[in-house]
């Protein structure tokens, strides 16, 4: 077992201060209503932590994923702090804190095994890890807390395998119970096994603990099963709105690759959003040199894992590679990814791994020059630190609210339909500000940037119907129907706003076949309510409410109380 020495202990809290230091001013951001914050603080079995409501954590999918553990840690904050905002900004901070501790405590344990690793490898990688402002979305980002949480158990999981001793049934046991807690945390964590079985490769050139790694990797199968299914419910796999070709989809995997790798090197242009690039008129040309150059990179990785003299010499360098690259994986745009093409909170664990090659690189290329000048990676940690800290404090300003997270998406203009997106954004809380004035000229702005954009299209149809403009919303609504928008929410407002206009018969058709791509009960309740019920024809009214209570919505059974006298 590892022991830090006095210094490391000043070391390590000195760092801690720093970070709570960079952080401190977020503790007065509120949350982000329309992006996923709301959802969960909107949440009942969240709001009010019970027996009940924590089996529901385990039996329930939030947002398209299975997370049981960090949506407990939501409701854990609520019932002991009484719902603050700052307690469940704290706690998120406190959680990266502590995983700044275990990455330093991780890279100790992996410097035993490479020779020639230089002494403040494990300290540069803390503080690449703890200041790197591409964490910031991880750290600031309530609803990133599940990225924190499977990664705090998913470093415990490597510590304890790779720490000194022997391979133990007791401690294979304590192993699989952290990365069993890492996937109840986020399923992201199902790269766990595959990691461990390509570093034993590399420091021990065996394939060691088989039964151990069938176990864990089995059980890795099981959770990502889950982890679709709970995506698929949500509408999160799908095809994306272009038609890429096997062949732009591996360039694109392998530019997403570089982007992450750019972004760990040259954190500018940061974005809250980076959305696959248009396949209208093709790819462009740096995405088919990145499949080149990845291909020859990955073949030179490849054959130098095989390699006896070059693994020997460059170990710590492939370790690093090895983390990045098993880590990563599971977050490169496959076909039945969402919209987004990356992510910066999910560098978070894969950075661990480029810290280490690139640390371990730049103490190679600068041995030479430290013979020289003494303390020379005493002067770089500084420098380094400095130069992360003010960018990660820069980066904390923009996750303040929604206007200015989305106004940075718009600054950094990185493509078309991105600002677009950004543009909806702002619109949405301008919307939910009840602003409708400012909410319709975003939404002018984001259609007109994309005219495909089904989304802006049913918002501005929502904003005009609020402002009275029911042809204009119906016309609005029309189109996000025919780009291929919710039909069900679609048709149910639409129909609202043609009973508003008295067009009766339109207003029927709609919820009728709002009925049939709805599963929730929500359009039988809406045709109870806005035809049967303002008609006076309450038996059918009761009917439809009837049945759409047994489909689980609160509202119908309500109704049915009040107005049809059944309980």
């Not at 530019?255 to 690039?277: D, E, G, M, R, T």
């Not at 303002?534 to 109704?559: H, Y």
Request: net charge positive; with cysteine; charged share 15%.
């Amino acid at each position: 077992m590892i022991k830090l020495s006095k210094k490391e202990h000043i070391f390590f809290f000195f760092l801690a201060f720093v970070v709570f230091a960079l952080y401190f001013k977020s503790m007065s951001f509120d949350i982000l209503p329309n992006f996923d914050d709301g959802a969960y603080f909107a949440d009942k079995s969240i709001q009010t932590l019970s027996s009940k409501n924590f089996l529901t954590y385990f039996s329930s999918y939030y947002l398209g994923m299975y997370q049981p553990i960090s949506v407990f840690s939501f409701a854990l904050s609520e019932q002991l702090f009484d719902h603050s905002i700052i307690a469940q900004r704290v706690l998120s901070l406190l959680i990266h804190v502590f995983n700044c501790f275990l990455v330093f405590r991780l890279v100790s344990i992996f410097k035993q095994q490479l020779h020639g690793a230089h002494q403040f490898l494990p300290h540069f990688a803390m503080v690449l890890f703890a200041l790197h402002p591409m964490n910031v979305e991880s750290v600031v980002w309530i609803s990133a807390r599940s990225t924190l949480l499977y990664s705090f158990f998913y470093l415990l999981a490597l510590i304890y395998y790779f720490q000194t001793g022997k391979s133990t049934l007791k401690r294979h046991a304590i192993v699989l119970l952290f990365f069993t807690m890492a996937l109840l945390c986020k399923v992201s964590a199902a790269t766990l096994p595959y990691m461990i079985l390509a570093l034993n490769l590399i420091f021990f050139k065996a394939l060691k603990d088989k039964l151990f790694l069938a176990i864990s990797i089995s059980i890795s199968f099981v959770f990502i099963y889950i982890g679709v299914i709970a995506s698929s419910t949500f509408g999160h796999i799908q095809s994306v709105s272009d038609s890429y070709s096997i062949f732009e989809r591996l360039c694109l995997i392998s530019n997403a690759l570089w982007l992450y790798l750019c972004k760990f090197l040259c954190p500018i242009y940061q974005s809250a959003i980076y959305l696959y690039p248009s396949a209208e008129h093709g790819l462009r040309i740096e995405y088919y040199i990145s499949l080149v150059i990845s291909i020859i990179l990955i073949l030179i990785y490849a054959k130098s894992l095989f390699s006896k003299s070059f693994l020997r010499k460059f170990k710590p360098e492939l370790t690093g590679l090895t983390i990045f690259l098993s880590a990563i994986v599971i977050f490169l745009p496959l076909y039945w990814s969402r919209t987004v093409f990356i992510t910066e909170r999910y560098a978070y664990i894969p950075y661990i791994g480029l810290s280490v090659f690139f640390v371990s690189l730049l103490f190679r290329i600068t041995q030479r020059i430290e013979r020289q000048i003494s303390n020379l990676p005493a002067y770089l940690l500084i420098v380094v630190a400095i130069a992360l800290g003010i960018s990660t404090y820069v980066r904390i300003d923009v996750w303040k609210n929604p206007y200015t997270l989305f106004s940075d998406v718009v600054k950094n203009d990185r493509s078309t339909r991105e600002v677009s997106m950004g543009l909806y954004n702002i619109g949405n809380e301008h919307l939910r500000n009840k602003n409708y004035i400012e909410a319709k000229k975003k939404y002018n702005l984001s259609i007109q940037l994309n005219d495909k954009y089904a989304e802006a299209y049913y918002n501005r149809g929502i904003t005009n119907f609020f402002q009275k403009y029911h042809s204009e919303a119906i016309h609005d609504f029309t189109s996000a129907l025919h780009l291929g928008g919710n039909p069900a929410m679609i048709l149910i407002n639409r129909a609202e706003a043609y009973r508003n206009l008295g067009k009766i018969n339109e207003a029927y058709s709609d919820l009728c076949e709002a009925i049939l791509s709805d599963n929730t009960g929500l359009a039988l309740f809406s045709r109870g309510l806005l035809l049967y019920f303002s008609l006076n024809d309450q038996g059918s009214a009761c009917a439809d409410w009837k049945v759409s209570a047994s489909l689980g919505n609160m509202d119908a059974k309500k109704f049915l109380i009040t107005y049809c006298n059944q309980n």
